[in-house]
C-alpha cells in the first residue's frame, strides 16, 4: 500500500526584493521515511523548512502537513507538527520540566496526557538527571535534547529539525541517531545537517540543494564513491558544480521524490 504523503512542497517561492531565497520548489515526502536535507551556507534549506512549517510566508507556492495547507489551516496543521528551529528559542530561567508543561499546556495537551508525555520524553532524551535544573545553566548539548523534548512532546506526525545535533557529544550523537530510526518507523522526518556521517547513519532518502535549486534527491549510498560522500557533494554544490542539471533529473511520479526545484 502507498504511504499517504506528509510533507509537500509545491511550487514554494521566497524573494526578498530582487534576491532569490528559494524558486520553484518541489517534492514530496511520505509517512514513515526519513529524509536529509543537505546544501552549503546560504543553499535556502533553512528557508525552505521555515516556509513548511508555516513560520515563514512563501512569496508563491503553497507546503503542506498530512494534506494541511499550512497557511489556510495553521493550527490543524502544526498538531500534526514537531520543529525544532537551528537556534531554538527557550526560556533560560524555566526549567526542563517547566517549559515542557508550558508548551504543552499551549497545545492544550490533556493534564493526564501532558504529564505522561513530559516523562516520555524526557526519558527519550536523557533529560531526567536535569529536569529540575534552570535551562540557562544547561550545557549546549542539554539545552539541544531539551529543544528536542518539546518538538516530541505533543507525538506529532511529522518532525522537521534543522541541524538537531549541532552542541551534542558522539554519546549523544549515537543515542539521538538510534532515537531517530526508530522514531522514523511511524512518522516522517526531515532534518537538515552539514554532517555527512549522519546522513549515512539515519537517512532514508537524501535531498541536496545548491543556489536555489534541488541538485540531488535519492538514497544516500547514490552519493557514496569509496565509502564517502564527500566528493558527490562537493561536486554538487561545489565551485562550478554539476547540481543544477542533476536536480532537474528525478522523476515526477517517484512515489517518494520529487521533482523540480529547492533551495
Known sequence: MTEPIMIEARDLSKFYGPFVAVESVRFAIPRGQIVA???PNG???TT??????????????????????????????????????????????????????????????????????????????????VMEKPIGKLSRGFRQRVGVAQALLHDPDVLIMDEPTAGLDPNQIRDFRQ??????????????????REVEAVADRVLVVNGGRLVFD??????????????????LTGPGGSGA???????????????????
Do not use: W
Not at 508563491?60 to 498538531?79: M, P, S
Not at 532515537?179 to 555527512?196: D, E, M
Not at 535519492?218 to 561536486?235: A, I, K, N
Open 218 to 235: 535519492g538514497v544516500p549510498s547514490d552519493l557514496q564513491r569509496d565509502g564517502s560522500m564527500e566528493d558527490s557533494f562537493y561536486e
Open 179 to 196: 532515537n531517530i530510526r526508530r522514531l522514523g518507523a511511524g512518522k516522517t522526518v526531515l532534518i537538515s545537517t552539514h554532517i555527512l
Open 48 to 129: 525552505t523548512m521555515k516556509m513548511l512549517t508555516g513560520y515563514l510566508a512563501p512569496s508563491g507556492g503553497t507546503a503542506e502537513i498530512a494534506g494541511l495547507d499550512v497557511h489556510r489551516e495553521r493550527l490543524d496543521a502544526t498538531r500534526r507538527l514537531g520543529y525544532l528551529p537551528e537556534n531554538g528559542p527557550l526560556y533560560p530561567d524555566m526549567t526542563p520540566a517547566e517549559l515542557l508543561r508550558f508548551f504543552g499546556e499551549a497545545r492544550e495537551i490533556p493534564p493526564g496526557r501532558l504529564s505522561s508525555r513530559i516523562k516520555e520524553v524526557s526519558a527519550l532524551c536523557a533529560l531526567d538527571e
Open 245 to 263: 542539471a542533476a536536480g532537474n533529473g528525478a522523476a515526477p511520479d517517484a512515489p517518494a521524490a520529487a521533482s523540480g526545484e529547492v533551495a
Open 43 to 45: 543553499a535556502g534549506k
Open 37 to 39: 536535507f543537505l546544501g
